[in-house]
Nanobody, 121 residues
Framework: QVQLVESGGGLVQAGGSLRLSCAAS????????MGWYRQAPGKQRELVAI???????NYADSVKGRFTISRDNAKNTVYLQMNSLKPEDTAVYLC???????????????WGQGTQVTVSS
């Protein structure tokens, strides 16, 4: 099986920073795109940032210039550095990875359990 485990969420004041981590483990053959999504109460899940295996990135307009996504392929880990946080960034942040497992020969989307980020004004 494959697991994604997130860490790094918490409560921070507006203008502060947090760093999220998401580590993939299990029967992994390869990992393609990794990314972060978020879901606020009463709202749809939205893409925050994604990073391809080669390092190319894409960001939601609302976080450009404030958030940075990166990955360590040797550790099967993706990070999200969040700076200049705003109250509207408050949400559950979920990690996603397109993983080719040892048992499935095509990429499959795996999700972490989510980590709460709360930004106070």
């Amino acid at each position: 099986q494959v697991q994604l485990v997130e860490s790094g969420g918490g409560l921070v004041q507006a203008g502060g920073s947090l760093r999220l981590s998401c580590a993939a483990s299990g029967s992994i053959f390869s990992i393609n795109t990794m990314g972060w999504y978020r879901q606020a109460p009463g709202k749809q899940r939205e893409l925050v940032a994604i990073i391809a295996s080669g390092g190319s990135t894409n960001y939601a307009d609302s976080v450009k210039g404030r958030f940075t996504i990166s990955r360590d392929n040797a550790k099967n880990t993706v990070y999200l550095q969040m700076n200049s946080l705003k109250p509207e960034d408050t949400a559950v942040y979920l990690c996603n990875a397109q993983i080719v497992s040892l048992f499935r020969g095509v990429p499959y989307p795996y999700w972490g359990q989510g980590t709460q980020v709360t930004v106070s004004s």
